[in-house]
């Protein structure tokens, strides 16, 4: 997760910022090896944010929740 919201959150800001969606970290992990990001934009903005978190970081890790 560190490698998705980068020195001081400036990862993530860049994420909200090239995708244009709303991108918030949910606060309770799910478990050992799985995050819940919250992802809200177009269909567009989602797919572009999905893509840039996972620069990031291996995709399975992570469980996406996509709300347009």
Do not use: M
Request: hydrophobic share 45%; aromatic share 8%; proline share 3%.
């Amino acid at each position: 997760v560190s490698a998705v919201i980068g020195t001081d959150g400036h990862r993530l800001a860049d994420i909200k910022r090239d995708s244009g969606a709303h991108v918030q970290l949910d606060e309770a992990p799910l478990n050992d090896r799985e995050e819940l990001f919250l992802i809200r934009g177009t269909a567009d903005q989602i797919y572009k944010a999905q893509c840039l978190i996972q620069l990031w970081c291996a995709p399975s890790f992570f469980l996406f929740i996509s709300v347009v």
